[in-house]
């Protein structure tokens, strides 16, 4: 089993910046892919960035894309997202997934179905 812990979540201003982490412990040999989602009130969860440790390529939701970036320590098993120019809209509860398994293309990885792991979710609020 794998053990996803989230922190860094809070209440910022329209603008800001912040970063997520995600802490994996447990059985994170063999880790292919890491990533994080999120669910805004009434939606449902969305992909937001991944990196795949087997091609060391990160991706991200085309809403992200610019003001997001997905890092990582391997040495502490820790993945961040760095999240710039927060908009209202970025409001959501954020999670980080892991997944052990192969996968066939990267895109499939857009689909919460397909990750194995999941943290318990870091609340992100951005006030206009």
């Known amino acids: 089993q794998v053990q996803l812990v989230e922190s860094g979540g809070g209440l910022v201003q329209a603008g800001d910046a912040m970063r997520l982490s995600c802490a994996a412990s447990g059985d994170t040999y063999g880790m292919i892919a890491m990533g994080w989602f999120r669910r805004a009130p009434g939606e449902e969860r969305e992909f937001v960035a991944l990196f795949t440790y087997n091609y060391g390529i990160a991706d991200y939701a085309d809403s992200v894309k610019g003001r997001c970036t997905i890092s990582r320590d391997n040495a502490n098993m820790t993945v961040y997202l760095q999240m710039t120019s927060l908009k209202p809209e970025d409001t959501a509860v954020y999670y980080c997934?892991?997944?052990?398994?192969?996968?066939?293309?990267?895109?499939?990885?857009?689909?919460?179905?397909?990750?194995?792991?999941w943290g318990q979710g870091t609340q992100v609020t951005v006030s206009s």
């Open positions: 997934a892991a997944r052990k398994r192969l996968y066939y293309m990267r895109s499939d990885l857009y689909r919460e179905r397909e990750w194995d792991y």
